[in-house]
């Protein structure tokens, strides 16, 4: 206990360790604050992919609607369009 005394008896290992506690603790950008917006970066950077994906999709989609083909079967299978004299049944399993 002595020996470490002697440690804080020096002024400058005194200011350095009170800057250091200082920094990362009591700063406005402290370690809680680093770690709390790497969260949220990554959490973005996940979200940011699904978007990247989803929109890709929808590129594909779109190029697919330029054809009147592929215009009928996208109404038909995902917007569930029909023509006059058809009827549609929708199985849904839970």
Partial sequence: MIKHMKYFKNKFILTTCLFFIYILFLDD???FTIINQNSKLSHFELEK????KKLARTK????????TSELENYAREE???????EEIFVISYE
Avoid at 60 to 67: A, C, D, I, S, V
Avoid at 79 to 85: C, E, I, S
């Fill in 49 to 52: 992919s699904e978007v990247s």
């Fill in 29 to 31: 950008i402290d370690i």
């Fill in 79 to 85: 917007k569930l369009f029909k023509r006059d004299n």
């Fill in 60 to 67: 594909l989609t779109l190029k697919k609607l330029k054809y």
